[in-house]
């Protein structure tokens, strides 16, 4: 049995579109390395685009805002956070399964700032009556957020005209839950509004979300309780927004992280899988790339006698097979 982690958007702050100038750099780097072989017709195109075009291209990492599914094939899923990446989620369910899903939708919410939130007043399903929606959150005002968010003047249909059966669920943050088949435990990160983080766990796997967290100096030590929630998980999905320079000055105390603190927790947890999310919105694809190179080179710096820890940048459309 095995458990995918997909992940339907990977922005922080705001959804970050591709830029017609970025385009058009990414397709003058492919003619560039192009032989006329490989450009002869359409299947030859195809397949060099598909082999990685001799490397000219950075990873294309997308621009939704956080939305991840962790989920068995053929079996129970669980959704984190109804960022921009929860509208391509849901066109995707409806176009596979139709406009009534045949089971609830479960979703974890880790807080309310408006790039984790923006994607639920386009998620269809929510409109379609038969549907049923449960929303988990450690939050007591959790209905409320979603209901203003669909008030005047911020949009024009109230909540209250939603036809699936919408439910709201508070769950206590350091417990170990059963949601759909899933065992999930909330962990508080450091985060201005109150943010969680979740351990989820199915069929011997541990995926840990952990996005919009800011690990100050002095919090990270072998008593940080941050490193217990994440000890030994597959796949740390970890906020790493800000350079180590940005989030100890500039930008201190504005809720997040970096790739350097987030290699030190990951090895200190003996995590398996370090992927970065929640990327800054002005940083293209080759700043992204980068950032997941220069946290290779650290992780071996790092590592020391422990076991080596895999470094990536999450993108949406992402898909991590565990198991």
């Known amino acids: 049995m095995s458990i995918d982690v997909k992940f339907w958007g990977t922005r922080g702050s705001i959804p970050r579109p591709q830029s017609r100038e970025q385009i058009e750099a990414q397709i003058e780097a492919v003619l560039n390395a192009a032989t006329p072989a490989d450009i002869a017709n359409r299947e030859s195109v195809r397949a060099f685009i598909a082999s990685g075009a001799n490397e000219s291209l950075p990873t294309i990492y997308g621009g939704n805002t956080a939305c991840v599914q962790v989920s068995e094939p053929s079996g129970p899923s669980l959704l984190i956070d109804f960022g921009s990446g929860a509208r391509e989620y849901a066109a995707e369910v409806m176009r596979t399964t139709g406009p009534v899903a045949a089971e609830p939708y479960h979703v974890l919410m880790s807080h309310f700032h408006w790039d984790h939130i923006m994607g639920f007043p386009f998620f269809m399903p929510a409109y379609i009556p038969g549907n049923v929606i449960h929303i988990y959150s450690c939050h007591d005002n959790v209905e409320e957020c979603f209901r203003r968010q669909h008030g005047a003047p911020s949009f024009p249909v109230p909540f209250d005209v939603l036809g699936a059966e919408i439910n709201f669920h508070i769950i206590e943050p350091d417990t170990d839950l059963e949601i759909n088949g899933y065992k999930v435990r909330a962990h508080e990160l450091n985060h201005a509004g109150r943010a969680f ?5 199915r069929a011997g796997t541990v ?6 967290a800011e690990h100050k100096p002095e919090m990270i030590s072998d008593g940080y309780p941050y490193v217990d929630f994440i000890r030994g998980a597959d796949v740390l999905i970890f906020d790493a927004q800000y350079s180590l320079a940005e989030a100890t000055s500039v930008k201190e105390d504005w ?6 603190v987030g290699v030190e927790l990951a090895l200190m947890g003996d995590v398996r899988h370090l992927v970065f999310f929640h990327h800054e919105p002005l940083n293209n694809d080759e700043r992204l790339d980068q950032i997941v190179r220069e946290a290779r080179r650290i992780e071996e710096i790092m590592r020391r006698e422990r076991a080596p820890l895999e470094v990536s940048g999450a993108y949406d459309g992402l898909v991590l097979t565990l198991g």
């Open 197 to 201: 983080g979740f351990r989820v766990e």
């Open 207 to 212: 995926t840990v979300y952990a996005s919009d």
């Open 255 to 260: 809720g997040h992280s970096s790739n350097v």
